[in-house]
């Protein structure tokens, strides 16, 4: 529990990260004195991600001043954003996706829905260019994070930088993700046969998105049992990304507790936390099973108030 509670991450997690970046990490040695170990590097910067606070908080309990460690947490953070980021958070595709269609499927018998949607708000500190730009309606200076996460609060897909000022929908109609399934880069690969309809893959999100093929959202003033069914289904599917978000910023309390005023740091530290949060997820154990095919309860009901 000891690298639990200090750095967020057990044994294994932590030897797999620093593995991973020990190269880039490790100093020479010099006649001034010995460099500070990886593993040292790496800890400070968990630390510093688990706890938040200042600079000089962190650097007082591994012994080191205030501007040494704000240079190796910014240079761990600039590795793992770099070297970690692209290989944790990967938008599913072929078997995977099937794994996650299965998972959704199995949570609340919604079929063929690939991913959660939805956005948060990441504190930060007023940036001294445009800061007024960044005040959301929630009355704090934020960055806006879109993320997609799969059936195991996984997260598949990360557009993280832009402005509190903006909502969700208009990030997302500006974001990669958009461009990629309304493009037919992904969720166009796998198609069933619903009720003599063909569906292709889903995203779920909320009310602030625009319906789609490719996203959908409950009914709005549903009257009849199959729509309310349809939102109750959405609904408990949705979750999944709301509580994604509360395991992240539960666990990286950086995410909302911080001195930092550069917005494109803010944005490289939300990047690596949750990277950090899908290797979490990924060494605690995935989920394995083999794809099903939707049951046929679940396919008649989604085909009656889904696509009929």
Same mark, same amino acid.
């Given at each position: $529990?000891?690298?639990?509670?200090?750095?967020?991450?057990?044994?294994?997690?932590?030897?797999?990260?620093?593995?991973?970046?020990?190269?880039?990490?490790?100093?020479?040695?010099?006649?001034?004195? #010995?460099?500070?170990?990886? #593993?040292?590097?790496? /800890?400070?910067?968990?630390?510093?991600?688990?706890?938040?606070?200042?600079?000089?908080?962190? +650097?007082?309990?591994?012994?080191?001043?205030?501007?040494?460690?704000? +240079?190796?947490?910014?240079?761990?953070?600039?590795?793992?954003?770099?070297?970690?980021?692209?290989?944790?958070?990967?938008?599913?595709?072929?078997?995977?996706?099937?794994?996650? =269609?299965?998972?959704?499927?199995?949570?609340?018998?919604?079929?063929?829905?690939?991913?959660?949607?939805?956005?948060?708000?990441?504190? =930060?500190?007023?940036?001294?260019?445009?800061?007024?730009?960044?005040?959301?309606?929630?009355?704090?200076?934020?960055?806006?994070?879109? /993320?997609?996460?799969?059936? $195991?609060?996984?997260?598949?897909?990360?557009?993280?930088?832009?402005?509190?000022?903006?909502?969700?929908?208009?990030?997302?109609?500006?974001?990669?993700?958009?461009?990629?399934?309304?493009?037919?880069?992904?969720?166009?690969?796998? #198609?069933?046969?619903?009720?003599?309809?063909?569906?292709?893959?889903?995203?779920? /999100?909320?009310?602030?998105?625009?319906?789609?093929?490719?996203?959908?959202?409950?009914?709005?003033?549903?009257?009849?049992?199959?729509?309310?069914?349809?939102?109750?289904?959405?609904?408990?599917? $949705?979750?999944?990304?709301?509580?994604?978000? +509360?395991?992240?910023?539960?666990?990286?309390?950086?995410?909302?507790?911080?001195?930092?005023?550069?917005?494109?740091?803010?944005?490289?530290?939300?990047?690596?936390?949750?990277?950090?949060?899908?290797?979490?997820?990924?060494? #605690?154990?995935?989920?394995?099973?083999?794809?099903?095919?939707?049951?046929?309860?679940? $396919?008649?009901?989604? +085909?009656?108030?889904?696509?009929?």
């Amino acid at each position: $529990r000891k690298y639990t509670n200090a750095y967020r991450v057990d044994l294994r997690t932590f030897q797999y990260l620093v593995q991973l970046s020990r190269h880039h990490l490790t100093r020479q040695h010099t006649r001034l004195g #010995e460099p500070i170990c990886a #593993e040292k590097r790496l /800890a400070m910067t968990l630390h510093w991600l688990a706890h938040g606070g200042t600079f000089e908080q962190t +650097g007082e309990k591994y012994s080191v001043g205030a501007s040494t460690c704000h +240079g190796i947490v910014h240079q761990t953070v600039a590795f793992l954003k770099n070297n970690l980021v692209k290989e944790a958070i990967k938008f599913p595709t072929g078997d995977k996706l099937n794994r996650v =269609m299965a998972g959704f499927e199995s949570l609340a018998d919604l079929p063929m829905c690939a991913g959660a949607l939805d956005g948060t708000f990441i504190h =930060m500190q007023k940036p001294a260019i445009w800061g007024d730009t960044y005040w959301c309606y929630k009355n704090y200076i934020a960055i806006i994070m879109l /993320a997609v996460c799969d059936h $195991r609060c996984c997260f598949t897909y990360v557009d993280v930088g832009r402005a509190g000022c903006v909502g969700d929908a208009y990030t997302y109609n500006q974001s990669s993700l958009k461009r990629h399934i309304m493009g037919s880069t992904w969720l166009s690969e796998v #198609e069933d046969e619903i009720n003599d309809v063909l569906v292709k893959p889903y995203l779920i /999100a909320d009310s602030a998105f625009a319906l789609s093929p490719q996203l959908m959202k409950c009914y709005e003033n549903a009257t009849h049992r199959h729509q309310k069914n349809f939102n109750r289904s959405l609904i408990s599917t $949705r979750q999944k990304i709301e509580n994604a978000f +509360g395991f992240l910023k539960g666990r990286w309390k950086v995410l909302t507790k911080n001195h930092i005023r550069d917005p494109a740091f803010m944005r490289d530290v939300a990047l690596v936390c949750t990277a950090l949060h899908n290797v979490w997820v990924a060494m #605690e154990g995935s989920d394995q099973k083999p794809y099903q095919r939707p049951s046929l309860y679940a $396919r008649c009901c989604f +085909g009656v108030h889904g696509f009929a």
